[in-house]
């Protein structure tokens, strides 16, 4: 059965998301797959968030409430990932939500590819629209050298330096002791993937997307006053970034466009669609016919 079926956890960090909170737990508890361990890490809210959690922990035995005063959410993670029980590791974040199937296709992949890594597309979602976001067309096994090619071309989009398109192998991030930098204010995502991606042999690419990514209006994260000042952490990423490719041989031919790293701006390269074909593209159904259009999808 574990082989088959083998036990994922899934990092929830928390932190103030009363009105979003039930919303994702309700779709991490609604997935095919089952074997599921869920830690939702409060980081101190001062709102309901601690409460919301105490219910779904009661009403699902997977879910689990970890408090701890607050940290900021690379300290979520990294309490997350050091109580983990699975051998594969998700992350969601508490104002987001996942398709029924996202699990599932994760983990089919990582089983029947044999890989240490899987990375699949997302959807961003502003208001009621729908964006497909996935920087690499062709699905597939990459080698880590190859995926490291084809993320030279835009590092930048969150589809490279997000944690939560991806599914990882907790043995390997516990083996070499993994976290995410709790000193970094920007950044600390691309930060973890750059490290992980040292000890991977292969990376599974999926083009079914496994997560919605709600955007909300005004974000932090997305404000070019933050960008600018998080200059001092992109520069500490791109040492990271740099030995990467020196360890795979890339770098001296590469070297200009690795160095433009720190002037990149994060990104999403998607396009639009209707949310009916989006929900029905990302539970891996057939998409509703859309009068008008041309295929959407293969």
Same mark, same amino acid.
């Given at each position: 059965?574990? /082989?088959?079926?083998?036990?994922?956890?899934? @990092?929830?960090?928390?932190?103030?998301?009363?009105?979003?909170?039930?919303?994702?737990?309700?779709?991490?508890?609604?997935?095919?797959?089952?074997?599921?361990?869920?830690?939702?890490?409060?980081?101190?809210?001062?709102?309901?968030?601690?409460?919301?959690?105490?219910?779904?922990?009661?009403?699902?035995?997977?879910?689990?409430?970890?408090?701890?005063?607050?940290?900021?959410?690379?300290?979520?993670?990294?309490?997350?990932?050091?109580?983990?029980?699975?051998?594969?590791?998700?992350?969601?974040?508490?104002?987001?939500?996942?398709?029924?199937?996202?699990?599932?296709?994760?983990?089919? /992949?990582? !089983?029947?590819?044999?890989?240490?890594?899987?990375?699949?597309?997302?959807?961003? @979602?502003?208001?009621?629209?729908?964006?497909?976001?996935?920087?690499? /067309?062709?699905?597939?096994? #990459?080698?880590?050298?190859?995926?490291?090619?084809?993320?030279?071309?835009?590092?930048?989009?969150?589809?490279?330096?997000?944690?939560?398109?991806?599914?990882?192998?907790?043995?390997?991030?516990?083996?070499?002791?993994?976290?995410?930098?709790?000193?970094?204010?920007?950044?600390?995502?691309?930060?973890?993937?750059?490290?992980?991606?040292?000890? @991977?042999?292969?990376?599974? @690419?999926?083009?079914?997307?496994?997560?919605?990514?709600?955007?909300?209006?005004?974000?932090?994260?997305?404000?070019?006053?933050?960008?600018?000042?998080?200059?001092?952490?992109?520069?500490?990423?791109?040492?990271?970034?740099?030995?990467? #490719?020196?360890?795979?041989?890339?770098?001296?031919?590469?070297?200009?466009?690795?160095? !433009?790293?720190?002037?990149?701006?994060?990104?999403?390269?998607?396009?639009?669609?209707?949310?009916?074909?989006?929900?029905?593209?990302?539970?891996?159904?057939?998409?509703?016919?859309?009068?008008?259009?041309?295929?959407?999808?293969?």
């Amino acid at each position: 059965m574990e /082989q088959q079926s083998p036990l994922v956890t899934v @990092v929830v960090p928390v932190y103030n998301s009363q009105f979003t909170l039930d919303r994702c737990l309700k779709s991490i508890c609604a997935q095919t797959y089952r074997n599921l361990e869920i830690l939702a890490v409060d980081d101190g809210s001062a709102d309901a968030s601690r409460q919301i959690i105490a219910r779904w922990a009661a009403a699902d035995s997977r879910v689990r409430l970890i408090a701890k005063a607050n940290g900021g959410v690379s300290q979520c993670r990294n309490t997350g990932i050091r109580q983990a029980q699975g051998r594969f590791l998700q992350f969601v974040d508490s104002d987001d939500r996942i398709p029924p199937s996202s699990t599932q296709t994760l983990v089919s /992949q990582a !089983l029947s590819r044999d890989c240490q890594l899987v990375v699949a597309d997302y959807y961003m @979602v502003t208001g009621g629209k729908y964006m497909k976001n996935g920087s690499i /067309q062709e699905p597939g096994l #990459y080698t880590r050298r190859q995926f490291a090619q084809l993320m030279m071309r835009s590092p930048s989009d969150f589809y490279y330096g997000v944690m939560w398109n991806k599914l990882y192998c907790a043995d390997l991030v516990r083996r070499y002791d993994l976290a995410c930098p709790q000193e970094m204010n920007w950044g600390e995502d691309f930060f973890f993937n750059l490290e992980y991606l040292r000890y @991977v042999d292969h990376v599974a @690419v999926v083009k079914r997307a496994v997560y919605y990514y709600i955007r909300r209006k005004n974000s932090l994260s997305l404000s070019k006053n933050v960008i600018l000042s998080a200059l001092p952490a992109r520069m500490a990423l791109f040492s990271r970034y740099k030995e990467l #490719y020196e360890g795979l041989d890339l770098y001296e031919n590469n070297k200009l466009g690795i160095s !433009l790293y720190p002037l990149t701006f994060a990104h999403d390269a998607g396009y639009p669609i209707p949310r009916e074909v989006a929900e029905a593209d990302a539970a891996g159904e057939r998409p509703p016919r859309q009068r008008g259009r041309g295929r959407l999808f293969p």
